[in-house]
């Protein structure tokens, strides 16, 4: 009693009004924006696999096999009775909601297009509250490993054909001399330094690799004959990954059990390498994603058979393959009619074709993932050198700070620069100037690194600048030179935030159109990029020309499942970019 | 134990197997390794190889896209690329600047652009790709209306146009014409211009796009809306819109492929070029891309069928062949 009236005499009188008001105008405000995205992303994904066409009986089926076992393990692993009575009524009610609702605005007010009540009640209920428990059940120990073994057999074969895709335009032979020449020299002698304490040896490291690598682009001119391929990327990837996973093994178990980790993804990566180069399928992706895959995949449970807790959890992935089996045999069985999805495995490895149902977006997609790459690599060098040397190197007073404080607000007023100019700046200075090339997969990165770059820079310096002052003055305070304190102290501290600025920034260049057209990105192109001067298209170039066809099954089917492989390509870079982020957090 | 003796009774020594088996390893890995310019030449049988960049267009791409696509089938060793940039955008970005081999355009090519290409030293030939029939579209709800005569279209489009319907014509209903069309970079709005307003200029007061998408749907959403684009987009989409016959004089005649080849849809069927560089025809790959070009500007399935242009006749195939040949000639001896 006595604080309410403190509080009135504090503040006058009080309407709660307002107060209220203000609170449903944001809470209106968010509903708004997320339904109207959500009812976007419906279609998309109704559009791209040709769910219109499911049968109540095809859903049925599926929600029988894979999303009740998948929702029966999630309960498992939270085991917690409250959550469950919560799912279980959420699934239930939302049914004779969904479907109550649904009719009714269908009988009373106005038919909804290409919906049924199945599908509104997938979306609206079933997905939700699938999430909410994949979310609680992976916060169980089951449940954690459960999703951690399948995040490392999704990641590791997203990851293993990302470094396949890569290589489609790098030099192999180059990389195979690089590493053998140089990379593998070096880190064994840094290797010997560190287990043996010789800091000679670790010093010595780095001028060795330079040494080799210069040997290596001399050789290339040089040396006319090579392991294939497949031996290279062998060499070269899928022995260091295994030994990498050999040796952690090793370390908390014993030699046989890190033999063994190393050793039988490797055998199986080799053999599948080789069998998919007799199928004629892309031996070196089918043997790094094999193996990237695998390594991890065996240390993980290694590590959890070793813990010996929630061991359950493994069958996660089996659980998933069995329900997928079963569904489709079932459907087969009882001849439910299926939908046909647009976005299949031909659309993902094909070229674009004038017929619809062969269109594909290979090439389109491997043109991204390589622009993007190259900007991911070249926007974190070129954005993080720069906020570092505005925030730690330049005085803050003084003639220079003033042009330092010049060149700041310069920047932060080229992050509103519209693309466009950004891309008439790439045709200009890189297409013409320096002559690399209308339209390469170069000029297109060189352009949209300084696209991002000042959203990079600017957030990588907010990150430094949040670093706590005391933590460089007591590193200066033990002798630490200011290189010292920047590596050591500033840039562990501030990476969480430099790298959740990049993920932004990236997030952007991958969707960017305006400054490849002004480049001259190719709209299509029929083959896969296969050097960093070769013309190529991005996913967004080809989704708008496709929009454009006058044929309606490429307006809708088409371009919704290049959305939805844009959607998910750009999910998988920032999830990867979110677990980099999030062990950095961790790690300091 | 029986094994090793058995193999010691019959004279094979462990030092032996080893040397047997490192050169059987070395042999294998002899079997794997590729010389220094790429492993992947096996395709063998067709040496055409390198790229070909096109631009131009945004008419002629569906055309010539699908044409590269079956040139690409069959040679896989070249590397085909295209760009829809509209006919100006890639005389004056790319073509021009000898940056492309080929830009297409559905108009013929421009005194500037002429000179810009001169002032480069980029040498050229035109070739017919195929006929368009520019369609004028209404709502198909408007069944106040089924045809218009060319002085009516001029009415509608000219740069002091008709603002509401029964200026037009005294029967249509008083009610404001919503015009969509071309925008003023496409080779659709200069032809536009050519065959029906001439003198009088084009209206700016339209909703002016590349996309026919969009054209499409202004006019499907609006009972008083007009708008015209390429014939291919309403030939896969004939129940969305209707297509206005064209009375030149001698009656309306419909949009169709027949009447598009055969001349009687006057003057709005236009020829659809491309204009390959003389330079680039020096290239074998590039000069057998041509032939090819032309080879199929005759192919009903895929010009009329797939992409919903008129085919050319025989005889201009003819011609065009004989003009690419010259220029070939001229560019390899």
Same mark, same amino acid.
């Given at each position: 009693?006595?604080?309410?009236?403190?509080?009135?005499?504090?503040?006058?009188?009080?309407?709660?009004?307002?107060?209220?008001?203000?609170?449903?105008?944001?809470?209106?405000?968010?509903?708004?924006?997320?339904?109207?995205?959500?009812?976007?992303?419906?279609?998309?994904?109704?559009?791209?696999?040709?769910?219109?066409?499911?049968?109540?009986?095809?859903?049925?089926?599926?929600?029988?096999?894979?999303?009740?076992?998948?929702?029966?393990?999630?309960?498992?692993?939270?085991?917690?009775?409250?959550?469950?009575?919560?799912?279980?009524?959420?699934?239930?009610?939302?049914?004779?909601?969904?479907?109550?609702?649904?009719?009714?605005?269908?009988?009373?007010?106005?038919?909804?297009?290409?919906?049924? $009540?199945?599908?509104?009640?997938?979306?609206?209920?079933?997905?939700?509250?699938?999430?909410?428990?994949?979310?609680?059940?992976?916060?169980?120990?089951?449940?954690?490993?459960?999703?951690?073994?399948?995040?490392?057999?999704?990641?590791?074969?997203?990851?293993?054909?990302?470094?396949?895709?890569?290589?489609?335009?790098?030099?192999?032979?180059?990389?195979?001399?690089?590493?053998?020449?140089?990379?593998?020299?070096?880190?064994?002698?840094?290797?010997?330094?560190?287990?043996?304490?010789?800091?000679?040896?670790?010093?010595?490291?780095?001028?060795?690799?330079?040494?080799?690598?210069?040997?290596?682009?001399?050789?290339?001119?040089?040396?006319?004959?090579?392991?294939?391929?497949?031996?290279?990327?062998?060499?070269?990837?899928?022995?260091?990954?295994?030994?990498?996973?050999?040796?952690?093994?090793?370390?908390?178990?014993?030699?046989?059990?890190?033999?063994?980790?190393?050793?039988?993804?490797?055998?199986?990566?080799?053999?599948?390498?080789?069998?998919?180069?007799?199928?004629?399928?892309?031996?070196?992706?089918?043997?790094?994603?094999?193996?990237?895959?695998?390594?991890?995949?065996?240390?993980?449970?290694?590590?959890?058979?070793?813990?010996?807790?929630?061991?359950?959890?493994?069958?996660?992935?089996?659980?998933?393959?069995?329900?997928?089996?079963?569904?489709?045999?079932?459907?087969?069985?009882?001849?439910?009619?299926?939908?046909?999805?647009?976005?299949?495995?031909?659309?993902?490895?094909?070229?674009?074709?004038?017929?619809?149902?062969?269109?594909?977006?290979?090439?389109?997609?491997?043109?991204?993932?390589?622009?993007?790459?190259?900007?991911?690599?070249?926007?974190?060098?070129?954005?993080?050198?720069?906020?570092?040397?505005?925030?730690?190197?330049?005085?803050?007073?003084?003639?220079?700070?003033?042009?330092?404080?010049?060149?700041?607000?310069?920047?932060?007023?080229?992050?509103?620069?519209?693309?466009?100019?950004?891309?008439?700046?790439?045709?200009?200075?890189?297409?013409?100037?320096?002559?690399?090339?209308?339209?390469?997969?170069?000029?297109?990165?060189?352009?949209?690194?300084?696209?991002?770059?000042?959203?990079?820079?600017?957030?990588?310096?907010?990150?430094?600048?949040?670093?706590?002052?005391?933590?460089?003055?007591?590193?200066?305070?033990?002798?630490?030179?200011? $290189?010292?304190?920047?590596?050591?102290?500033?840039?562990?501290?501030?990476?969480?935030?430099?790298?959740?600025?990049?993920?932004?920034?990236?997030?952007?260049?991958?969707?960017?159109?305006?400054?490849?057209?002004?480049?001259?990105?190719?709209?299509?192109?029929?083959?896969?990029?296969?050097?960093?001067?070769?013309?190529?298209?991005?996913?967004?170039?080809?989704?708008?020309?496709?929009?454009?066809?006058?044929?309606?099954?490429?307006?809708?089917?088409?371009?919704?499942?290049?959305?939805?492989?844009?959607?998910?390509?750009?999910?998988?870079?920032?999830?990867?970019?979110?677990?980099?982020?999030?062990?950095?957090?961790?790690?300091? | 134990?029986?094994?090793?003796?058995?193999?010691?009774?019959?004279?094979?020594?462990?030092?032996?197997?080893?040397?047997?088996?490192?050169?059987?390893?070395?042999?294998?890995?002899?079997?794997?390794?590729?010389?220094?310019?790429?492993?992947?030449?096996? !395709?063998?049988?067709?040496?055409?190889?390198?790229?070909?960049?096109?631009?131009?267009?945004?008419?002629?791409?569906?055309?010539?896209?699908?044409?590269?696509?079956?040139?690409?089938?069959?040679?896989?060793?070249?590397?085909? !690329?295209?760009?829809?940039?509209?006919?100006?955008?890639?005389?004056?970005?790319?073509?021009?600047?000898?940056?492309?081999?080929?830009?297409?355009?559905?108009?013929?090519?421009?005194?500037?652009?002429?000179?810009?290409?001169?002032?480069?030293?980029?040498?050229?030939?035109?070739?017919?790709?195929?006929?368009?029939?520019?369609?004028?579209?209404?709502?198909?709800?408007?069944?106040?209306?089924?045809?218009?005569?060319?002085?009516?279209?001029?009415?509608?489009?000219?740069?002091?146009?008709?603002?509401?319907?029964?200026?037009?014509?005294?029967?249509?209903?008083?009610?404001?014409?919503?015009?969509?069309?071309?925008?003023?970079?496409?080779?659709?709005?200069?032809?536009?211009?050519?065959?029906?307003?001439?003198?009088?200029?084009?209206?700016?007061?339209?909703?002016?796009?590349?996309?026919?998408?969009?054209?499409?749907?202004?006019?499907?959403?609006?009972?008083?809306?007009?708008?015209?684009?390429?014939?291919?987009?309403?030939?896969?989409?004939?129940?969305?819109?209707?297509?206005?016959?064209?009375?030149?004089?001698?009656?309306?005649?419909?949009?169709?492929?027949?009447?598009?080849?055969?001349?009687?849809?006057?003057?709005?069927?236009?020829?659809?070029?491309?204009?390959?560089?003389?330079?680039?025809?020096?290239?074998?790959?590039?000069?057998?891309?041509?032939?090819?070009?032309?080879?199929?500007?005759?192919?009903?399935?895929?010009?009329?069928?797939?992409?919903?242009?008129?085919?050319?006749?025989?005889?201009?195939?003819?011609?065009?062949?004989?003009?690419?040949?010259?220029?070939?000639?001229?560019?390899?001896?």
């Amino acid at each position: 009693m006595a604080t309410e009236n403190s509080n009135a005499d504090g503040f006058g009188e009080v309407s709660r009004v307002r107060g209220i008001a203000f609170e449903y105008l944001s809470f209106g405000a968010s509903v708004f924006g997320l339904v109207a995205l959500g009812v976007l992303l419906v279609y998309v994904a109704i559009d791209a696999f040709d769910l219109a066409n499911a049968s109540p009986a095809w859903l049925l089926t599926y929600f029988l096999t894979l999303v009740v076992p998948f929702l029966a393990f999630c309960l498992y692993s939270a085991d917690d009775p409250e959550v469950t009575r919560r799912a279980l009524g959420a699934l239930g009610g939302g049914l004779v909601a969904v479907a109550v609702l649904f009719t009714a605005i269908e009988a009373l007010v106005t038919p909804i297009p290409r919906l049924n $009540w199945q599908l509104a009640y997938l979306f609206v209920v079933a997905a939700p509250v699938t999430a909410y428990l994949a979310y609680v059940g992976s916060r169980g120990r089951v449940g954690a490993v459960g999703f951690g073994l399948l995040g490392r057999l999704v990641g590791g074969v997203a990851i293993g054909l990302a470094v396949g895709t890569l290589f489609l335009v790098f030099d192999a032979l180059l990389w195979f001399l690089a590493y053998t020449l140089g990379v593998l020299p070096a880190v064994g002698l840094y290797a010997f330094g560190r287990a043996r304490d010789e800091a000679r040896a670790r010093t010595a490291a780095a001028p060795v690799a330079l040494v080799g690598l210069v040997a290596a682009v001399v050789l290339r001119g040089v040396v006319a004959t090579y392991p294939s391929d497949l031996i290279i990327y062998l060499w070269t990837v899928a022995v260091p990954v295994a030994a990498a996973g050999a040796f952690l093994v090793a370390d908390r178990r014993s030699r046989t059990a890190g033999a063994v980790v190393g050793g039988v993804p490797l055998a199986l990566a080799t053999a599948g390498g080789f069998l998919a180069a007799g199928a004629g399928l892309p031996a070196p992706t089918v043997l790094l994603a094999l193996v990237l895959t695998g390594v991890p995949t065996a240390v993980y449970v290694s590590r959890v058979v070793d813990a010996g807790e929630g061991l359950a959890g493994l069958g996660l992935p089996l659980l998933l393959a069995a329900g997928v089996v079963a569904g489709a045999l079932i459907v087969e069985a009882l001849g439910v009619p299926a939908p046909d999805p647009w976005l299949d495995p031909s659309y993902l490895t094909e070229a674009p074709s004038r017929t619809p149902t062969e269109a594909g977006l290979y090439p389109a997609i491997v043109g991204s993932v390589i622009i993007i790459a190259m900007v991911a690599v070249l926007s974190f060098a070129l954005g993080v050198g720069t906020s570092v040397f505005l925030e730690e190197y330049t005085p803050e007073s003084g003639p220079l700070g003033t042009l330092t404080r010049i060149l700041q607000v310069n920047i932060a007023n080229l992050a509103a620069v519209p693309s466009v100019v950004y891309g008439l700046l790439g045709l200009g200075l890189f297409a013409n100037l320096l002559g690399l090339g209308i339209g390469t997969a170069v000029t297109a990165a060189l352009t949209l690194s300084l696209l991002i770059l000042p959203i990079t820079i600017i957030s990588a310096q907010e990150a430094i600048r949040s670093v706590p002052d005391d933590l460089r003055r007591g590193s200066d305070a033990m002798g630490a030179t200011r $290189w010292q304190t920047t590596k050591n102290v500033v840039l562990p501290e501030a990476m969480p935030g430099i790298l959740t600025g990049t993920i932004l920034a990236l997030g952007r260049a991958i969707g960017e159109t305006a400054p490849l057209i002004m480049i001259g990105a190719a709209t299509t192109v029929f083959r896969a990029p296969d050097s960093l001067f070769s013309r190529f298209s991005a996913m967004p170039m080809q989704i708008y020309t496709w929009a454009g066809f006058p044929q309606a099954d490429f307006r809708y089917g088409v371009v919704a499942a290049g959305v939805i492989t844009l959607l998910i390509i750009l999910v998988g870079m920032n999830g990867t970019a979110i677990l980099l982020r999030n062990r950095a957090e961790r790690g300091s | 134990m029986a094994s090793s003796h058995d193999a010691d009774a019959t004279g094979i020594t462990r030092r032996k197997s080893l040397a047997a088996i490192a050169g059987a390893g070395a042999l294998g890995l002899a079997g794997c390794t590729q010389s220094s310019d790429g492993g992947d030449g096996s !395709d063998g049988g067709d040496e055409l190889s390198g790229p070909i960049n096109i631009a131009g267009s945004s008419t002629v791409f569906p055309l010539m896209s699908a044409i590269m696509e079956d040139f690409a089938e069959e040679h896989p060793g070249v590397d085909p !690329d295209i760009s829809s940039t509209g006919s100006g955008g890639g005389f004056s970005n790319f073509f021009c600047t000898g940056d492309t081999d080929f830009n297409n355009a559905s108009r013929p090519i421009q005194p500037a652009e002429e000179e810009l290409c001169a002032e480069n030293g980029v040498e050229y030939i035109e070739l017919i790709a195929a006929t368009d029939a520019l369609t004028v579209v209404v709502n198909p709800d408007a069944d106040w209306i089924d045809s218009l005569t060319t002085e009516e279209l001029a009415q509608i489009w000219k740069s002091d146009p008709a603002q509401t319907w029964d200026e037009v014509r005294d029967e249509f209903p008083n009610e404001e014409i919503n015009r969509f069309g071309a925008a003023d970079t496409s080779g659709t709005y200069d032809y536009f211009i050519e065959a029906i307003l001439g003198e009088e200029g084009h209206t700016s007061d339209y909703q002016a796009t590349e996309q026919d998408n969009s054209i499409a749907n202004g006019v499907a959403g609006d009972e008083y809306a007009i708008g015209y684009f390429g014939f291919a987009y309403y030939f896969q989409n004939p129940d969305q819109l209707k297509a206005l016959g064209i009375d030149d004089g001698d009656g309306p005649v419909e949009p169709s492929l027949e009447t598009a080849s055969s001349g009687e849809y006057t003057p709005l069927s236009r020829p659809l070029f491309t204009y390959p560089s003389i330079e680039s025809l020096a290239e074998e790959h590039i000069a057998e891309f041509a032939r090819y070009f032309v080879e199929q500007t005759t192919n009903e399935d895929l010009v009329a069928g797939d992409v919903g242009y008129v085919p050319a006749t025989e005889e201009t195939q003819e011609e065009q062949m004989e003009k690419l040949e010259d220029a070939i000639e001229r560019a390899q001896g």
